[in-house]
């Protein structure tokens, strides 16, 4: 597994440093690395992180798109923000479905941290979304979401995903910067 890993995470390095460039590209290095997560973390028997990967391969499809089709002036989609009242609505429906999905990991499989799993699965599944409409608070969702991760990868013995998780919330602070920078210029040209 540590070739697997190896690649899987050399892959979601650079979806990430695009990902922080604004470069469509990030969603190819998001399907690779994406599909070979849902292996691993699968046979960890982090069922809904497995699970959460086959979605992250839709989803780079889908940023790949959205990001492609961009504006109708035929310029990039810009970085926007959402309303605080749509991320406590999220934040609370993420709560609710991780405890419900949490309590039947824990009842009805063998799954590993089933409560820890189900709400970083869920909460990626939203911040993921937010990436691919380019939305500016995702990177404060994973900061948390990442955090969480370092604990579940490492306790799991996935120390190259571990340490992945460790470089990510490193790099989150220059992904908020860029994003906002870019915000705030395409607020300066409406």
Not at 82 to 105: F, M, R
Not at 129 to 149: G, H, M, P, Q, S
Request: aromatic fraction near 20%; charge should be neutral; charged fraction near 15%.
């Amino acid at each position: 597994m540590n070739l697997l890993e190896g690649i899987a995470v050399a892959m979601a390095i650079g979806y990430l440093l695009l990902a922080i460039r604004e470069n469509i590209w990030c969603w190819f290095c998001a399907g690779i690395s994406t599909a070979i997560y849902a292996w691993v973390t699968f046979d960890a028997r982090l069922y809904m992180d497995a699970a959460l990967n086959v979605f992250y391969f839709a989803m780079a499809i889908y940023g790949w798109q959205v990001w492609r089709r961009g504006r109708s002036d035929g310029h990039e989609k810009p970085v926007v923000t959402w309303p605080l009242a749509t991320h406590a609505a999220a934040l609370t429906s993420i709560a609710l479905v991780s405890v419900v999905n949490g309590y039947l990991l824990a009842t009805r499989t063998d799954a590993a941290f089933p409560y820890l799993d189900s709400a970083t699965t869920w909460a990626a599944v939203w911040a993921t979304f937010l990436v691919a409409r380019k939305v500016l608070e995702n990177w404060w969702y994973w900061l948390v979401i990442d955090a969480v991760y370092v604990f579940l990868y490492w306790a799991r013995d996935l120390d190259l995903f571990a340490g992945l998780f460790v470089f990510y919330i490193v790099l989150i602070p220059f992904g908020l910067m860029a994003w906002r920078r870019s915000y705030r210029e395409a607020q300066a040209w409406t």
